[in-house]
Each structure stands twice: as structure tokens, then as C-alpha cells.
């Protein structure tokens, strides 16, 4: 089994920064691919960032290339994602999720385990 815990979620204006962390435990194997999802009301959740343990890899959407950072410190079994240039319609809950790898990293399903979110909001 694995738990992740988000936090870091908050109330910013557009253009200012966050950084949501995720906390890690349980089977490493099972959490080599740790990716950030995020919703919106009434939309589908959508994929924001990952990062390979194994690989040293990241992956992001398009839509926040350049703006969000995902990292991890593997000591502390915990990935990060900085949120910069934050704009309107980067606003949902971010959840954070875990996979052993073997399905991806972009789609939901390819993820075994997940957070209970933490809640972004951006004012304009």
C-alpha cells in the first residue's frame, strides 16, 4: 500500500507562485511514477506533471510548460511542484498520485494510488 498527503494548496492572485508538496510512504516499487492531476469543476481530471524515480524523468502538460516545476527528494519522500505564473485557469483540486510505472504516466487509470487533494484557487 502507498499514502500520499497533499499540501500547499491556497488562495493566490494571477502571476504569484505555489508549492504543492506530496508525502510518500509505504512500497517505494509501487510509487516509481509520482504525477500531479488536476479538476476543475465540471471537467474531467487532466494531467499536470509526473516524475520517474527510476528514470530521472519529468514529463508536464503543454499548458504549464515553462511555469510548474515537479522535483522530488527522495529522502524525504516527498515530490514538490512549483507553480509559477500562476493564471485563472490553473484553479481545481491538484491531487497527487502514484504508480508502480508499468501503465504510463498520463492518464488517471495508469495510477494506483491517490491523494485527497488540496485545493488551488486563482483570482484574476
Known amino acids: 500500500q502507498v499514502q500520499l498527503v497533499e499540501s500547499g494548496g491556497g488562495l493566490v492572485q494571477a502571476g504569484d507562485s505555489l508549492r504543492l508538496s506530496c508525502a510518500a510512504s509505504?512500497?517505494?516499487?509501487?510509487?516509481?511514477?509520482m504525477g500531479w492531476f488536476r479538476q476543475a469543476p465540471g471537467k474531467e481530471r487532466e494531467f499536470v506533471a509526473a516524475?520517474?524515480?527510476?528514470?530521472?524523468?519529468?514529463y508536464y502538460a503543454d499548458s504549464v510548460k515553462g511555469r510548474f516545476t515537479i522535483s522530488g527528494d527522495n529522502a524525504k519522500n516527498t515530490v514538490y511542484l512549483q507553480m509559477n505564473s500562476l493564471k485563472p485557469e490553473d484553479m481545481g483540486v491538484y491531487y497527487c498520485?502514484?504508480?508502480?510505472?508499468?501503465?504510463?504516466?498520463?492518464?488517471?487509470?495508469?495510477?494506483?494510488?491517490w491523494g485527497q487533494g488540496t485545493q488551488v484557487t486563482v483570482s484574476s
Open positions: 498520485a502514484a504508480s508502480a510505472g508499468s501503465r504510463g504516466y498520463l492518464y488517471a487509470l495508469g495510477y494506483d494510488y
Open positions: 516524475i520517474s524515480w527510476s528514470l530521472s524523468t519529468t
Open positions: 509505504g512500497r517505494t516499487s509501487a510509487r516509481d511514477i
